[in-house]
């Protein structure tokens, strides 16, 4: 069986995340990424004891399911909003709902008008 792979740049983890592209490459890498996160998060010790997890924010933002906690999810969707994308691709990049997208905006402006 072929896949159809309309990734424009095979094996990146872009190419995995964005564009569905899971040609060997793309899945050598994701699975890399993977592990480099597993072994930064057993090097950082509890998550209780940090601040933002910046890697679990960049993999979330990327488009691997992640748990984040508040402070951290704030930073992805205040990365995200970087991004040139609709709200609702936002949300399905995190995994959250679209209110949630807009929620996390909302608390932002305000802490910024404050
Ligand atoms: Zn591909």
Redesign the pocket.
Known sequence: MTTQ?N?TR??TLT?YTV?G???PD?VETKRAYAREWAANRRACGTTAARGVDELAVDLAVAGHPMALRPVERTAAVAQLDRYDLKDWQRAERLGVSRRTILRHRAARRNQQAA
């Open positions: 792979c990734a095979h094996g190419a564009d592209c899971r040609c793309a």
